[in-house]
């Protein structure tokens, strides 16, 4: 399995027996480069595609699901935007989860009070979302982390079992902080890229192309775009058959703590 440590022991290995060679025959330095160079890239693709599970265990889907169920998830709110997205799913009616930025829950805590009231489940996507957070130290990931259950537990009386790490991004300090603060790391495996993808139709066609039974959709709730690509999704679900249910029945999980 391609995993962090399988990496480092393959590595290692190698290195060694390089190393061993060297002592017999001329190696050629680039070889070693090539080595480096090798296991680099590795790293940065296994902690930037998190449906490897390269650093740590990420649900990213039921791969084990046989029926037409799938789960919707919103990052990088509460926002504006979140209202609409809200009304949108009351409309299908249709459950989803929301991975909140802790100074987000700050600013719109009303709008927070709304996602719960109406049934939805509330994640943690860290306090601040900053382009930093994967260079941050253990100590201060989890202070970050908890900083921001302690604003969603304050809103909703419960504190939430789920994290999403901003961007996606694993790295070993990450790894490390989720032991102490225990929570299930939730994935995706069907990226919409609607913060990338500048038109509402492509983004619903990249998710009508990737949808499949288990599956869990990454959405944000801070664009018109989203909305509307949302709404262009739930006809296609009720169409087709799909159902949408909570993350919790989809990966027979708790959301929140007993
Ligand atoms: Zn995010």
Known sequence: MLNYRNTNIVFFVLL??????SFFVKVNWWLFLLLFVARFIVIITGST?????????AYCNNPLEKEK???LTFDDGPHEMTLLVLDVLKKYNAKATFFCIGKNVEKHP??????????HIVGNHSYDHSRLFDFYRKDRLVEEIA??????????????????????VTNPSIKRALEVTKHHV????????DGIIKNEKLVFNRIKKLISPGGIVLLHD??????NALEQLLQFIEENKYKVVSLEELLDIKAYED
């Open 147 to 168: 900083k921001t259950d302690a604003l969603i537990e304050k809103i909703s009386g419960k504190k939430t079992n789920l994290f999403r790490p901003p961007f996606g």
């Open 16 to 21: 060694a027996l390089l190393l061993l060679l």
């Open 222 to 227: 801070t664009s018109l775009q989203s909305v």
């Open 49 to 57: 595609q998190i449906p490897l599970n390269f650093f740590l265990k």
């Open 69 to 71: 169920k799938v789960a």
């Open 186 to 193: 939730i994935g995706w495996n069907i990226r919409s890229l």
């Open 110 to 119: 009303e709008i927070l009070k709304k996602v719960i009231s109406e049934g």
